[in-house]
């Protein structure tokens, strides 16, 4: 829908030039010209005399100012070229020469950066627009916000190829990009306590999601498995909660990965889930936890071990109020909003003696789990956050819930509608279209005794098969909303549960399907799939250019595909 106005013009150079701008913009033209870029070439930044940018209100204001921001962009600009630009030969029929003349066509002497007029901002959206015009050996950026401004210098970076005789060229100038996103919220969730990632990991993943214009990183940052994060005024938690003492981000390190997310655009954001998955708990406070790995585990919860915060319990508050005084006011100088969890809540559990409700009933346990929730999300206000919580607390508990929550859905492509036809800012991110853990078998070992479900051959996990990265791109979440629904949607994530994932194959899973998803959350799902726009090979593209930067991201298609087309293979 944003696409078309040049649809005509990708139609007909795809075949012979190939531009790797993923997203792909909004609104692009091209030339037929040859420019080359210096990674030292100087970037100057044009501040609006009046501001203009985003103004952040306390608790936020410890944050970067723009002018911090970009220029932290502007410096990062040379190694970004550097290292993600790459030698596109697959992309071109076998011995083609596609490279231009050394020496020929024109050198960038200049990029300058001006900031314009914000046209407004939100709790959950800044104006993240910016266009770029690259003619007459000049670069030319104007953005209203430091976001903005990165995503342009993103793109520009994606216009320029390595040669293989030295230098950065482009066969495409001049240049002329207006471009903005549709959905406000781009994310993905990492689960960084099935099986531990250590930050040094996350910051890699940051430099991913931010080459693909992701403007959010989910932490789901404990489970019942491990306690993977330091609470400095609750040692225990992680010093016994996690895998082992080391497994576990100090409260450095929670500092240095949400600000090095949120200097590259991408405000990061905790989830602390409960009153389920908290089982870790118990290793320190087991006081606080029913159930804790009671057995059969599927009839007291989703996953081993299994065990939930007890409810009607002046200790489980006063945990949670001490949790939030030490974690959210850290949060908070970086994020708009901190997640509550509240997925996968098993009512078994809370017949089990000393739960602090005593039945299994739904009618028992939802006045208890409407106060447990609202001290919660009255915890993560009164820190100057704004909750989120998975579908469930709403669609499944019916919580009253103030409008200003997020519900996050993943459970059905109708939780979204429900949840935005009464009135609620949605996510969207079904696990049957966007989990990338799905597909990869069976986690329950066949010899244990499962008196549910029996696990026989072939061993398939409960969301196989396997997303590919032409499933997450076909996925279209708003397809059957109204236009007041549409209007509810703040955006959408991907999924990276960590069940049988870990630093060694993360990667893979994550990249290039990951873009995938980053260009339906910029472009909407009825983008460039509106119009004849190739999209394989512009994929490839990017992931070539992603492992040049050090991903080991999976292949998007066969070199012969990418380099004849025809056939099975559009490009
Ligand atoms: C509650 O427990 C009873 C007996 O154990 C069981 O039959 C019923 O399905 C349970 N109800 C819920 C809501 O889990
Ligand atoms: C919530 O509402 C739905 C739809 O009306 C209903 O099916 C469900 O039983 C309700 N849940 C609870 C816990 O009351
Ligand atoms: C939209 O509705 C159609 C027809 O009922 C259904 O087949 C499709 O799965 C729905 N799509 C989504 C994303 O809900
Ligand atoms: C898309 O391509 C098909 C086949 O080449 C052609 O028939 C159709 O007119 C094209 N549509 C647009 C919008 O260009
Ligand atoms: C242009 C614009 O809408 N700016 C607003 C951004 O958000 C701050 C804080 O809420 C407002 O004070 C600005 O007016």
């Not at 040049?6 to 150079?13: D, E, H």
């Not at 009153?275 to 118990?282: E, L, M, R, Y």
């Not at 057995?295 to 001490?322: I, M, R, Y």
């Not at 853990?437 to 549910?452: E, H, I, K, R």
Request: hydrophobic residues 35%; aromatic residues 12%.
């Amino acid at each position: 829908m944003r696409f078309s106005l040049i649809s005509a013009l990708y139609v007909a150079q795809i075949s012979t030039t190939v531009t790797a701008l993923w997203p792909a913009p909004s609104q692009l033209s091209t030339g037929t010209s040859v420019a080359w870029i210096s990674p030292n070439v100087k970037i100057t930044y044009v501040p609006l005399n009046s501001g203009g940018y985003r103004r952040d209100v306390a608790p936020q204001s410890k944050r970067p100012s723009d002018a911090q921001l970009i220029a932290g962009a502007s410096q990062r600009f040379s190694k970004l070229l550097t290292s993600s630009a790459y030698i596109p030969w697959k992309l071109y029929p076998k011995g083609k020469d596609f490279e231009p003349a050394p020496g020929s066509g024109t050198t960038i002497s200049s990029v300058t950066i001006t900031q314009v007029p914000s046209k407004g901002n939100s709790t959950d959206s800044v104006d993240e627009s910016y266009t770029l015009k690259l003619s007459d050996s000049k670069v030319k950026i104007t953005a209203a916000t430091a976001q903005g401004a990165m995503h342009a210098l993103t793109t520009l970076t994606q216009l320029f190829y390595l040669s293989s005789k030295g230098g950065y060229y482009t066969t495409q100038a001049p240049v002329t990009i207006q471009d903005a996103p549709e959905f406000s919220w781009r994310g993905l969730n990492v689960d960084i306590a099935r099986n531990y990632e250590p930050p040094s990991k996350i910051k890699t993943l940051i430099d991913g999601l931010a080459f693909n214009k992701f403007n959010r990183l989910h932490i789901h940052a404990t489970d019942s498995q491990s306690w993977p994060l330091e609470i400095p005024s609750i040692p225990d938690l992680a010093g016994k909660g996690a895998y082992r003492p080391d497994y576990a981000w100090t409260a450095a390190d929670l500092e240095d990965v949400q600000s090095y997310a949120y200097a590259r655009g991408v405000m990061p954001y905790i989830e602390i889930d409960s009153p389920g998955h908290t089982a870790s708990i118990a290793w320190s406070q087991p006081d606080l936890i029913v159930g804790y790995n009671q057995q059969p585990w599927p009839t007291f919860c989703n996953e081993p071990p299994c065990g939930q915060v007890k409810l009607n319990s002046k200790a489980t508050n006063e945990f949670f109020d001490h949790l939030a005084a030490d974690l959210y006011p850290r949060t908070a100088k970086w994020s708009e909003r901190f997640h509550s969890g509240g997925d996968e809540l098993n009512a078994n559990i809370y017949g089990l003696p000393g739960s602090g409700v005593g039945s299994n009933s739904s009618a028992k346990i939802k006045p208890a789990l409407q106060n447990f929730v609202r001290h919660v999300h009255q915890n993560i206000r009164k820190n100057g956050m704004k909750p989120i919580v998975w579908e469930e607390m709403l669609l499944n508990w019916n919580l009253t819930l103030e409008k200003d929550v997020i519900i996050q859905t993943w459970l059905s492509t109708d939780s979204i509608a429900t949840a935005t036809s009464q009135g609620y800012k949605a996510l969207f991110g079904e696990y049957s279209w966007w989990y990338m853990d799905c597909g990869f078998g069976q986690w329950v070992d066949p010899l244990t005794t499962n008196p549910n479900t029996p696990i026989v051959p072939p061993y398939t996990d409960y969301c196989s098969p396997y997303k590919s990265w032409r499933e997450i791109y076909a996925y279209d979440p708003t397809a059957n909303l109204t236009a007041a629904q549409k209007a509810n949607v703040l955006g959408g994530e991907v999924h990276m549960w960590g069940e049988l994932t870990d630093p060694q194959n993360f990667d893979g899973k994550v990249w290039p399907r990951a873009s995938a998803a980053a260009e339906l959350l910029w472009q909407g799902p009825t983008g460039p799939k509106g119009v004849n726009y190739t999209v394989t090979n512009r994929l490839a593209d990017q992931r070539e250019r992603m492992v040049a930067m050090g991903f080991e991201a999976s292949v998007v298609q066969m070199t012969w595909c990418l380099q004849t087309g025809g056939e099975s293979c559009a490009q």
